[in-house]
Nanobody, 125 residues
Framework: QVRLLESGGGTVQPGGSLRLSCVADGWTYSANCMAWFRHAPGKEREGVATIYVNAEKIVYADPVKGRFSVSRDDAKKATFLRMNDLQPEDTAMYYC??????????????????WGQGTQVTVST
């Protein structure tokens, strides 16, 4: 069992930056693959980034490539999402998720087992 707790959300102006954090309780094999998803009102949930243990593999969704950076600190049982040049279309609830399995299955399209409660990111003037 893994419990995930996100933090770091907030309201910023376009072009601003935020750093989201996700801390895991019960770090086990089930957290080999960590991911960030987001869900905006009226839209489907979409994957943002995945990162495998030891950062062996990192995947970004096209809309965030070059602006967002995912990282993890396995010693601290934490995963981070640095978001730069935020735009209004990035406004959403951001969720941390985890799953076990091999690096080959650490994909945005994979089924994730554990989910956090989310942290709100709002980009507005």
């Amino acid at each position: 069992q893994v419990r995930l707790l996100e933090s770091g959300g907030g309201t910023v102006q376009p072009g601003g930056s935020l750093r989201l954090s996700c801390v895991a309780d019960g770090w086990t094999y089930s957290a080999n693959c960590m991911a960030w998803f987001r869900h905006a009102p009226g839209k489907e949930r979409e994957g943002v980034a995945t990162i495998y243990v030891n950062a062996e593999k990192i995947v970004y969704a096209d809309p965030v490539k070059g602006r967002f950076s995912v990282s993890r600190d396995d010693a601290k049982k934490a995963t981070f999402l640095r978001m730069n040049d935020l735009q209004p279309e990035d406004t959403a609830m951001y969720y941390c998720a985890s799953r076990g399995g091999s690096v080959h299955n650490c994909l945005l399209t994979a089924d994730f087992t554990f989910w956090g409660q989310g942290t709100q990111v709002t980009v507005s003037t």
